[in-house]
């Protein structure tokens, strides 16, 4: 089927009269029945058929750009042709309209994109846009030095925000395992002291805390009750009793002792055996009955 019997069987279809698309395009009558039978040779320029033919196309329904491909292979534009010098313009300023889809090869867009890529065509317009080879190199060339430039950037954000972690991962970590780096067991303690035990009842409380590996012996109450430990470093244990404590460490440097919610400290030297009663007035009951049986005795 030719191209003027498609426009003309499409406008049928549609019920669309010659006058009604000649007011919508603003094309004479003659020219759109030239169309349809295909009467080209009554036009100035192949270009200017084109457009009337992309004008037509509009109004009833067809795609534009399929019938102007189709019109290019049907009729090849002519080399030499007899017409008036400005028939054109005077054809402009007969009917008052020009087939604005019909661009000179200019740049269609003014973003960035359009600017880049030589190989953007007119949405509406068949010919690829046409540009000069070296323009087109330094397109090209243009492009790729700002993708260059994109990826350096996100690079650098991301080895920058590698730093920065970084950063906060080392001071945490050295301010968590600043104990370690403190020296003696004492600066120890004191950096890792734990909370005090708020003591409100009617038992004694004690606390025992590993510095380093020690023994230790805890008898509560005047011997009713005992225990023997060997504390490890990092170990805590805690105690109760109702009167007394009888403290005795193996090693009275590994160990920090707290006594009803008040730091003791340390009570002695590395490898140091010390004994301590607790609180510190208290007597054990074999020291009261000593003391009676001396007393008897002199009487």
Not at 21 to 49: C, G, M, Q
């Amino acid at each position: 089927m030719s191209l003027g019997s498609e426009l003309k069987k499409a406008r049928e279809a549609k019920k669309i009269s010659l006058e009604t698309i000649s007011k919508r395009t603003k094309i004479p009558p003659k020219y759109l029945e030239a169309l349809e039978e295909n009467h080209y040779d009554v036009f100035p320029s192949h270009t200017y058929t084109k457009g009337f033919i992309r004008a037509y196309a509009k109004v009833v329904g067809l795609d534009p750009l399929v019938l102007t491909r189709q019109f290019n292979a049907e009729n090849q534009p002519q080399v030499v042709r007899i017409e008036p010098r400005n028939a054109e313009a005077e054809l402009e300023k007969n009917l008052g309209w020009r087939p604005t889809l019909d661009r000179p090869p200019v740049f269609r867009r003014q973003d960035a994109e359009a600017d880049l890529n030589p190989e953007i065509a007119d949405e509406q317009y068949s010919e690829p846009i046409q540009h000069e080879p070296s323009v087109m190199r330094r397109r090209a060339l243009l492009l790729r030095k700002i993708k260059w430039g994109e990826w350096a950037g996100r690079a650098g954000m991301v080895l920058a925000a590698a730093v920065g972690a970084a950063a906060v991962l080392y001071g945490g970590y050295r301010l968590l395992s600043k104990v370690q780096w403190g020296g003696s067991k004492t600066q120890a303690a004191a950096s890792t002291a734990y909370a005090s035990i708020p003591v409100a009842d009617k038992y004694q409380h004690l606390v025992l805390k590993g510095l380093d590996k020690s023994w230790v012996l805890v008898t509560m109450d005047d011997g009713q009750s005992s225990s023997e430990v060997d504390l490890d470093q990092g170990e805590t244990k805690t105690y109760k009793a109702l009167k007394s404590f009888k403290l005795r460490l193996g090693n009275a440097g590994g160990v920090d002792v707290q006594f009803n919610g008040k730091p003791l400290g340390i009570l002695g030297t590395e490898g140091q055996v010390v004994e301590i009663m607790l609180p510190s007035g208290a007597k054990t009951a074999s020291s009261d009955n000593s003391a009676d049986d001396s007393s008897d005795g002199g009487t």
